[in-house]
T-cell receptor
Framework: AQSVSQHNHHVILSEAASLELGCNYS??????LFWYVQYPGQHLQLLLK????DPLVKGIKGFEAEFIKSKFSFNLRKPSVQWSDTAEYFC????????????WGAGTKLIIKP | SQTIHQWPATLVQPVGSPLSLECTVE??????LYWYRQAAGRGLQLLFY??????ISSEVPQNLSASRPQDRQFILSSKKLLLSDSGFYLC??????????????FGEGSRLTVL
């Protein structure tokens, strides 16, 4: 069965620290990959996505993610975090030959200390 | 631009009472519609999705049901709530070309507490 694993449920960083949130998926076929973000008091929104092409994708607010097919990973990165990056981050996957339903990771709560 | 409205935002109901959560989308036609439940530390669980009026697919057998009486209206219901139905429910929509975009647009969510 398809699954998505996010390695850390809670991450606490200081401002200006570098960020990497891990995401691994289990699926044997071609996938589309996503990171969604939920800021405090706001609704879930798309941060970035990968469908094909350059495995390094850039999203909003300076975030990027790299798809490494051999490792079944799609880790989210940001070189220097800000207090406003405090949020919960969800990795999600669609198997393109499945029923096109998103499979979600459990989420990572990121807290940035000012 | 498209908007999605979901209500009520919070709801406290006794065990055995009925439930109705409503979601409407504006600014687009023929959207795909979704109901998710978000549990802390467990991510999002897809409950129902709909690709058209009257077309409902259920992902998880449970005490809940969904209906789509109009193109942009999606309702989550229960005849008799259980304690285990407590949670945070999210409505979402996508363009009908979801397979090409993969992007979901979420409502603000409804916090249901069953006592």
């Amino acid at each position: 069965a398809q699954s998505v694993s996010q390695h850390n449920h809670h991450v606490i960083l200081s401002e200006a620290a570098s960020l990497e949130l891990g995401c691994n998926y289990s699926y044997g076929g071609t996938v589309n990959l996503f990171w969604y973000v939920q800021y405090p008091g706001q609704h879930l929104q798309l941060l970035l996505k990968y469908f094909s092409g350059d495995p390094l994708v850039k999203g909003i607010k300076g975030f990027e993610a790299e798809f490494i097919k051999s490792k079944f990973s799609f880790n989210l990165r940001k070189p220097s975090v800000q207090w406003s990056d405090t949020a919960e981050y969800f990795c999600a996957v669609i198997g393109v030959d499945s029923n096109y339903q998103l499979i979600w990771g459990a989420g990572t709560k990121l807290i940035i200390k000012p | 631009s498209q908007t999605i409205h979901q209500w009520p935002a919070t709801l406290v109901q006794p065990v055995g009472s009925p439930l109705s959560l409503e979601c409407t989308v504006e600014g687009t036609s023929n959207p795909n519609l979704y109901w998710y439940r978000q549990a802390a530390g467990r991510g999002l669980q897809l409950l129902f999705y709909s690709v058209g009026i009257g077309q409902i697919s259920s992902e998880v057998p449970q005490n809940l049901s969904a209906s789509r009486p109009q193109d942009r209206q999606f309702i989550l219901s229960s005849k008799k709530l259980l304690l285990s139905d407590s949670g945070f429910y999210l409505c979402a929509w996508s363009f009908s070309s979801f397979a090409n975009t993969g992007e979901l647009f979420f409502g603000e969510g409804s916090r249901l507490t069953v006592l």
